[in-house]
């Protein structure tokens, strides 16, 4: 069964730091497009970050981009998130997400992906 872990969220004041951590179960992920989303109360689900599979190229959403950086480990089955300048509306669960193919791209879409983690926490106070 795959299982895709978050960790690292927690509570943090404005303009702190934070690193979230996605650990794969299979090492099949290591060349699967990768992805965060997050969902703040009350909103959608939103596109964050996404890191290609084998050539490691990064795409991030307007409002991630310039602060936060997604990177991977394939020695560790593991897929990163550095969220740094971090803002009050950062503030919502992040979720990581895995396509199911090595041939595909990363997306923006969250329905593009098949595989997703049980999300971590993140709070921002200002």
């Known amino acids: 069964q795959v299982q895709l872990v978050e960790s690292g969220g927690g509570l943090v004041q404005a303009g702190g730091s934070l690193r979230l951590s996605c650990a794969a179960s299979?090492?099949?992920?290591?060349?699967?497009?990768m992805a965060w989303f997050r969902q703040a109360p009350g909103k959608e689900r939103e596109f964050v970050a996404a890191?290609?599979?084998?050539?490691?190229?990064?795409y991030y959403s307007d409002s991630a981009r310039g602060r936060f950086s997604i990177s991977r480990d394939n020695a560790k089955n593991t897929v990163y998130l550095q969220m740094n300048s971090l803002k009050p509306d950062d503030t919502a669960v992040y979720f990581c997400?895995?396509?199911?193919?090595?041939?595909?791209?990363?997306?923006?879409?969250?329905?593009?992906?098949?595989?997703w983690g049980q999300g971590t926490q993140v709070t921002v106070s200002s």
């Open positions: 890191v290609s599979g084998t050539d490691a190229n990064t």
């Open positions: 299979r090492r099949t992920f290591n060349n699967y497009p």
């Open positions: 997400a895995a396509r199911n193919s090595i041939l595909l791209r990363p997306t923006t879409p969250q329905s593009d992906y098949a595989y």
